[in-house]
């Protein structure tokens, strides 16, 4: 297959890969000036000066993300509709395809996971940059004002990673597989979904030539309204990514619930698949909140407005109000797909069937249900009203409920299994362990007594690292390995992968575990410099910080390594049920090469007497499910 | 093509109906909120009337589910 | 339940565009609701007849958009193209009324209500220029033979996005311009 496609695409040498991308780049320079010009000639018209940073810019930006999308290769494949031409459907078939505006869910899932796994890494080089920071009380290589951007670009590129990272890449790869399906339910959707990123990214990088910004990844007003102009940049930045989830969670709603093969009924869905139903609920409808916030705040930048404005009559209090509506229910969006795919590494490589299957569905219905109403338990010591407090302490607790359901499902699954203990049940293991310690430490930030007390301390870092880290990072290390050799057709190193575990664990339970006791004991987050007493619990924290940074050098060095030189992996090296392995590694081009008919449920491991999950009907076949 | 047409006509005259009350409605809510009492609860009732007819007649939601013979024509 | 593998294209469509309108709803109800916790039911002087104008021009709009969906649907392409042109100049009317009460308002965008007014209609008004620039690329297709009885998915997609217009002012028009404690 991949030889064919290189003999076809022989003409012209590897650096034609490059050219959609400079073609984007060049159309979005024309995009930006045509924007920026027309700003200027309305301005002009009405007495005032042609260039305004904020206003410009952002009218600018407007015309060159159009530039950009087109340029890349939008406008062949979509764009030439619009004028009523025919569209180009060929592109590049060898691996240039991963640089060009395709339409393929497999090659734009590794676009994804390629793409975050790098900012991944870079972020976690930026918290190594805090971790040297806190060395000595006093910070030992950033100033105050250095720390903070640095701390702030650390967050905003950890939660895109957390958002896009599941979703975008494993979402995309595999949910048409798991399902039976060719593709997505708008291939083209989904390609500009992707291509929304590196605008995101170029934005944030940008950004720190115009003094970066300094309000967290949460941007409270009015900070945010005073700062560098680099949070405009950061607003765009925002606004752009949260189009890309909603396209991509649209995408997958429509996905789901209209492409699944013949058999393939809600109740044998993967568990995998309904996690990312219920997220992609939340990416569509609550990431308007977040794009609406950002809106708000250029605005009160650019336009003059006061939503923020106290000395107007405006609230800054409405800023937290409209972001947590949105990055409360996100938290769901980090971490269900992590557990979705944590029950299913549980239950393949436990040899089990899926422990009340059901009850995980509605596990996940039920945190879609309530993600919504819980958000003002973040701002419980903003000066929120009185009454507001109990409902939502109560709220907050309440959600731990659908989320325990799930939690009893990983443990009953683990529950008297045949454990086989590969590196990605290794991770699934370890994820059920850091999630608890997330999820009872939540607790105290929920009741508004000890949150009162531990608010904007280290014991939130730590909960949420745990929870985000610990919990979906994990998982997602658990997602590589485990479907690594479906998506490169080569195995990793075992020996190494369970190096790169032990290393990760012992290093993420040592920085992350003594932050809830530097928490307690008043370190302050987002902070450049603590109290002299904390030192030696901060530099114990620095060393298994950087101890957990070089553990990922084994994880990028294994897949490096078998990426290039691992053994041919078999199609199915797990003897799993789901769909995606009953396809060669990795799948060809319309995944199956015969539409499977789903005959069982998938994880009827050990069941005697169950029916196998799918049939492969020969082409031209009937088609008829079995239920 | 006889038969589309003489359709077309018709719900072309439904719509107008429609159109007729949403003007009705929305000069009804004008005086309300004008002369009358403008409190939201009062103004709520006319917008949700407006938006379920606009909805359901006009964007014909029940085609989301309905599977409409025209098309399989 | 019977699941299909290769559903209808316009089933997958509708529901598409559906989930979009649900999620631009969200949009206009973080708007909605951060007027009101803002301003309250408070409202400054606005041009209440010029509302009530624009209003009505939009739902006539509404009309004419179906009636052009309706004329390429039996074939009618001249009948589909003249709603059509009608359609936009009623929109262009409409932006023309906002760009008006903009002109003339008599609160500037940073008191209180001015920054829920100008943002409301703003994000508003910006859909409805983006649904008139979709509708001019359609009526130029059109005049160029594209769309037929068959083939209208475009034209019907973008009849009903300028439907979720119609609906979004019919929650705006109110609390902008009528609304009072």
Not at chain 1, 548 to 556: E, K, N, R
Not at chain 1, 594 to 613: E, L, M, N, R, S
Not at chain 3, 98 to 113: L, N
């Amino acid at each position: 297959m991949v030889t064919r496609a290189v003999e076809q695409q022989s003409h012209g040498g590897p650096w034609t890969a490059f050219l959609p991308l400079v073609r984007g780049l060049v159309w979005a320079m024309i995009g930006f000036a045509v924007g920026a010009a027309l700003t200027a000639v309305v301005r002009i018209a009405g007495g005032r000066s042609a260039w305004t940073f904020g206003l410009s810019f952002s009218v600018g930006y407007v015309f060159a993300l159009l530039g950009w999308l087109l340029g890349v290769g939008m406008w062949e494949r979509w764009g030439r509709e619009w004028f009523g031409r025919p569209t180009v459907e060929e592109g590049p078939t060898d691996w240039r395809r991963y640089l060009a505006f395709t339409t393929d869910h497999k090659v734009i899932g590794i676009q994804y996971l390629a793409t975050f796994v790098v900012v991944f890494l870079l972020a976690g080089l930026l918290a190594m940059l805090i971790r040297i920071q806190y060395l000595t009380p006093g910070g030992t290589v950033l100033d105050n004002a250095t720390y903070n951007r640095v701390m702030s670009m650390h967050g905003i590129l950890m939660i895109a990673v957390a958002v896009a990272i599941f979703v975008g890449s494993f979402g995309n790869y595999l949910l048409p597989i798991m399902i039976g399906a060719r593709d997505v339910a708008f291939p083209r959707l989904n390609a500009l979904s992707y291509w929304l990123v590196p605008p995101v990214a170029i934005l944030l990088f940008v950004s720190q030539a115009f003094g970066g910004w300094d309000s967290g990844w949460t941007a409270y007003a009015p900070l945010s309204v005073r700062n560098a102009p680099g949070q405009i940049l950061f607003c765009l930045a925002i606004i752009t990514f949260g189009l890309s989830s909603i396209v991509g969670g649209l995408n997958f709603l429509v996905t789901i619930i209209t492409m699944r093969a013949h058999g393939m009924t809600w109740g044998r869905l993967p568990i995998f698949v309904w996690s990312i139903f219920a997220t992609s609920w939340i990416a569509l409808l609550f990431t308007q909140f977040f794009a609406a916030a950002m809106l708000m705040v250029l605005l009160d930048r650019i336009a003059g407005t006061s939503f923020f404005a106290a000395s107007n009559g405006g609230s800054a209090i409405l800023y937290q109000h409209v972001f947590w509506f949105y990055s409360h229910p996100a938290v769901y969006i980090f971490i269900m797909p992590a557990l979705g795919v944590t029950l299913e590494v549980l239950s393949h490589f436990s040899r089990k069937p899926l422990f009340a299957y059901r009850w995980a569905v509605g596990g996940f219905l039920g945190i879609l249900a309530m993600s919504a109403l819980v958000w003002v338990h973040h701002m419980f010591v903003t000066g929120v009203p009185y009454k507001l407090e109990a409902p939502f302490l109560i709220t907050t607790e309440i959600i731990s409920i659908p989320t325990g359901l799930i939690f009893l499902t990983a443990l009953g699954t683990i529950w008297q299994g045949r454990l086989w203990l590969r590196v990605p049940m290794l991770f699934a293991l370890a994820e059920v362990f850091n999630f608890l310690i997330g999820g009872i430490t939540g607790i105290f930030l929920a009741d508004v007594p000890t949150d009162a007390m531990l608010h904007n301390s280290y014991w939130v870092v730590a909960h949420f690292h745990y929870t985000i880290m610990g919990g979906e990072i994990f998982a997602l290390m658990a997602a590589i390995y485990y479907w690594f050799p479906k998506m490169t057709g080569r195995m990793y190193s075992e020996r190494v992968g369970r190096l790169h575990f032990a290393l990760m664990f012992i290093a993420f339970n040592g920085t992350f575990l003594p932050m809830f006791w530097a928490g307690v004991h008043g370190m302050n987050r987002r902070i450049a410099t603590y109290v002299p007493s904390l030192q030696g619990v901060n530099d114990l924290i620095s060393a298994m910080g950087f101890l957990l940074g070089i553990s990922f050098l084994f994880f990028v060095a294994n897949m490096a390594y078998s990426l290039v030189r691992g053994r041919k992996a078999v199609a199915n090296p797990w003897g799993a049920r789901t769909l995606e392995w009953q396809t060669s590694s990795p799948p060809p081009v319309e995944n199956f090469l015969v539409p499977p008919v789903v005959t069982g449920h998938p994880y009827d491991y050990g069941v005697p007497g169950a029916a196998p999950y799918a049939a492969f009907a020969p082409a031209g076949g009937s088609g008829e499910a079995s239920s | 093509m006889e038969r589309r047409k003489r359709e077309s006509a018709e719900s072309s005259r439904g719509r107008l109906t429609v159109l007729a009350a949403l003007v009705v409605l929305t000069l009804a809510e004008y005086v309300v909120g004008v002369k009358v009492a403008p409190n939201l609860s009062l103004l709520l009732l006319f917008m949700l009337a407006q938006a379920a007819l606009i909805i359901w007649y006009s964007m014909e939601l029940p085609k989301l589910w309905r599977r409409d013979e025209e098309e399989e024509i | 339940m019977t699941v299909h593998a290769e559903p209808r294209r316009e089933t997958v469509n509708r529901l598409g565009l559906w989930l979009f309108f649900c999620s631009e709803f969200f949009l206009f109800a973080a708007l909605f609701a951060a007027r009101f916790y803002l301003a309250g039911p408070y409202h400054a002087k606005v041009n209440q007849p010029l509302g009530l104008a624009i209003t009505l021009v939009l739902l006539v709009s509404g009309f004419t958009a179906y009636r052009a969906e309706a004329g390429i649907r039996r074939g009618d392409r001249s009948a589909f193209l003249r709603n059509l042109l009608v359609t936009i100049l009623l929109g262009l009317v409409f932006l023309a009324g906002v760009g008006v009460e903009w002109a003339t308002a008599e609160f500037a965008p940073s008191s209180i209500f001015g920054t829920a007014f100008f943002t409301m209609t703003g994000v508003h008004a910006s859909h409805v220029l983006s649904g008139v620039v979709a509708f001019a690329l359609a009526y130029r297709l059109g005049l160029r033979g594209h769309f037929s009885a068959e083939r209208h998915w475009g034209v019907e997609a973008l009849v009903k996005y300028w439907y979720l217009i119609d609906v979004v002012w019919v929650f705006f028009f109110p609390v902008l311009y009528l609304v009072r404690a």
